[in-house]
């Protein structure tokens, strides 16, 4: 057990919680002075927002990859430490970890004398000051929706968590100073007033817009331009979300000095995203897609976006994290309810947390939605049942919508203890109250298409 559990047990929840982000603060420092801070000679991309973080994060830098530069990234699905080896697996389940394990990262990165880092900073490593003394050169935002209100409290606060990037990357003097923001979000004024060099995105506006839109299942062809110079942007991921990903994409090759050549062709050369709209394909005749979504925002952009193109019945498949924004649970339950024919409710990450007990509250928004228990509605706790399930349902040309996992390789679950704990913070390093299973989302469906497709053949 390490010394934060320790920690966790005896100090009141209350007070723990005021006193944890000066914890992170000061093992920041402390770990960032004895590395000699290993990211002082990087220029530094940090990427933040509710959805879209990771897939903006991997655009930025293949993009720099494929015009030559000498890239490291650190996201929630890999990390790549610029040594010619490529991206390798995140070894935590976290998007920006503790100081300690960012600082290591840092190091390795440093010995490979890589010139750009693209780093996923997340709303609870820059209110737990995690990321001291990385000199943020360039700030992107994503969007921003409801998310996280079980650690920050209000809206208010989740947003000005994230604003802290803005102003660090503000701070950095020896940085290009850029914030590049989403013009289509309600908050957007709020981060331009925190940096000193302003760069706008969006479809409804912006300083980079999209003109001459194709959207297809394979992805989005469009124009856009700024300051004279117009670009032809083809990105290989579908999604009008894709579109905002893309656009801040180019607006920081941009910022840097990229050519036009080296926006297009470095955004194009990004084929797919592990976990992020990814096809599952065993010859089956409906669609089988694997997304991270896991917020009502991005339900229902996702759902809006797929409907229309549904020829069959749209199925969907998803949980909600224990330990996490409970209030979202219902809101979920609804949105699914009113664009999907078919639901299945199922486990995200339990944690400690009651799982049947999760489920019927996402399941009370399917319900407001005018879904019916057993027809249309299905409650199916263990994940793997539950794709099997919507599997076993999917006829012609339907599509089913595997969410909330993605990328990951495993699921937490109610430990021996679970139950009797609860009342305590939460520590998934407690054995007595979770414990991991290996789990893929993409390996379990096709494994359950596989058993479908033999099963007919019988």
């Not at 007070?15 to 801070?37: C, D, N, R, S």
């Not at 503790?98 to 780093?119: F, Q, R």
């Not at 709209?277 to 759902?303: C, W």
């Not at 990450?349 to 007990?357: A, K, Q, V």
Request: one cysteine or more; hydrophobic letters at 35%; aromatic letters at 6%.
């Amino acid at each position: 057990m390490n010394i934060r559990s320790v920690i966790k047990r005896v100090v009141p929840q209350i007070l723990f919680k005021k006193i944890e982000p000066y914890g992170h603060w000061a093992e920041a420092v402390i770990e960032q002075t004895k590395a000699g801070f290993p990211a002082k000679n990087l220029q530094v991309i940090g990427v933040t927002g509710t959805d879209g973080k990771t897939t903006t994060c991997t655009l930025i830098a293949q993009m720099l990859r494929h015009s030559g530069k000498k890239v490291a990234m650190i996201t929630t699905i890999s990390v790549d430490y610029g040594d010619g080896k490529g991206e390798q697996p995140n070894p935590t389940r976290m998007t920006t970890m503790g100081a300690g394990p960012i600082i290591t990262m840092l190091s390795k990165i440093k010995e490979n004398n890589v010139d750009w880092l693209v780093l996923e900073t997340t709303s609870h490593a820059l209110a737990q000051h995690r990321v001291w003394g990385i000199p943020y050169s360039i700030a992107v935002f994503t969007n921003l929706g409801h998310e996280h209100l079980d650690y920050h409290g209000t809206f208010e606060n989740y947003r000005d968590a994230k604003r802290l990037l803005f102003k660090q990357t503000s701070s950095n003097k020896s940085g290009f100073r850029v914030g590049i923001i989403n013009a289509d979000d309600a908050t957007a004024p709020k981060f331009m007033s925190d940096i000193a060099n302003p760069i706008t995105y969006g479809i409804q506006k912006g300083d980079y817009r999209p003109t001459n839109v194709i959207s297809t299942p394979a992805g989005n062809i469009y124009h856009t331009k700024y300051k004279n110079v117009s670009y032809r942007i083809n990105c290989h991921l579908p999604g009008t979300f894709n579109i905002y990903n893309s656009l801040a994409a180019a607006a920081v090759g941009q910022a840097i000095g990229l050519t036009r050549e080296q926006i297009e062709r470095g955004i194009a050369s990004l084929k797919s995203v592990e976990g992020r709209m990814t096809r599952v394909d065993e010859g089956q005749n409906f669609e089988v897609i694997v997304d991270y979504a896991h917020t009502p925002e991005s339900f229902e952009k996702l759902f809006t976006e797929i409907k229309p193109l549904t020829k069959g019945r749209l199925i969907s498949v998803f949980g909600s994290a224990g330990r996490r924004d409970e209030a979202k649970r219902a809101e979920q339950g609804r949105i699914a309810g009113q664009f999907c024919d078919i639901v299945v409710v199922t486990e995200e990450d339990d944690r400690d947390i009651d799982g049947l007990e999760i489920l019927e509250q996402i399941a009370s928004g399917a319900i407001k939605s005018g879904k019916i228990e057993d027809t249309n509605l299905f409650l199916v706790h263990r994940r793997e049942d539950a794709v099997a399930k919507a599997i076993a349902l999917a006829k012609k040309d339907d599509v089913i919508l595997l969410l909330g996992k993605g990328h990951e390789k495993s699921i937490l679950n109610n430990g021996p203890k679970a139950a009797e704990l609860r009342n305590e913070l939460q520590d998934d390093d407690d054995p007595r109250r979770v414990i991991k299973r290996d789990y893929d989302e993409v390996k379990v469906a096709q494994a359950a298409i596989k058993h479908g497709i033999d099963k007919q053949a019988i």
